[in-house]
């Protein structure tokens, strides 16, 4: 097989890396769902959003009578507060709101280590792979060339992987139509 099969079949095993992240994601959601209704996690969840109103009622308090500081502070936490249109003095911080940030950022932050796990251990690098690619491809010249370190490379790759099969999918959409754009470029000057 030659090495543009080879990085061919590497950049479709980072998509099924991708959907396997995903499907083991959704496998440890439905976990933590049967764990937190086993505990009865509302009261963990009900304290923090608490802790977090309270914080940020200091917070307002001190920036009383600035309303441009008020109106920042208020827009940089409106995903969580209970209602979008803060307009009173006291704080609303909507429970379900504060677990599913928390939630969602800890699944991308599983999701990211588990595909860097991977592209490091199996030096999946979609960098060197497009630039294999491009180099077997004819008039392709020096289309691709990243100039990353393999581990780097191998990183970032994990990070597009632990993000999604959508993102590594766009990602080497993007890529390849770069990669066609400065081709018809270069066509276009030599001409």
């Known amino acids: 097989m030659d090495e543009a099969k080879t990085a061919?079949?590497?950049?479709a095993s980072a998509l099924f890396?991708?959907?396997?992240?995903?499907r083991a994601l959704e496998l440890i959601m439905g976990i933590v769902a049967y764990v937190e209704a086993r505990i009865d996690a509302s009261r963990f969840w009900n304290?923090?959003?608490h802790v977090i109103a309270g914080q940020l009622q200091q917070r307002l308090d001190l920036a009383h009578g600035h309303s441009d500081l008020e109106r920042t502070i208020i827009d940089m936490v409106t995903g969580i507060l209970n209602e979008n249109d803060y307009s009173g003095r006291i704080v609303v911080v909507s429970t379900a709101k504060v677990r599913k940030l928390v939630i969602k950022t800890a699944t991308k932050?599983?999701?990211?280590c588990m595909?860097?796990?991977l592209a490091l251990g199996l030096q999946i690098n979609a960098f060197t792979l497009l630039e294999t690619l491009a180099t077997g491809s004819p008039g392709a010249g020096d289309l691709f060339q990243a100039n990353l370190s393999h581990t780097l490379g191998c990183m970032l790759t994990g990070v597009a992987m632990?993000?999604?099969s959508?993102?590594?999918h766009k990602f080497i959409v993007r890529l390849e139509s770069a990669r066609k754009f400065r081709q018809a470029i270069q066509i276009g000057v030599t001409r």
């Open 8 to 11: 061919l079949i590497l950049l």
């Open 17 to 22: 890396f991708a959907l396997l992240i995903e």
């Open 47 to 49: 304290t923090h959003a």
């Open 109 to 112: 932050l599983i999701g990211i």
């Open 115 to 117: 595909g860097v796990s």
């Open 162 to 164: 632990g993000l999604g």
């Open 166 to 168: 959508a993102p590594v």
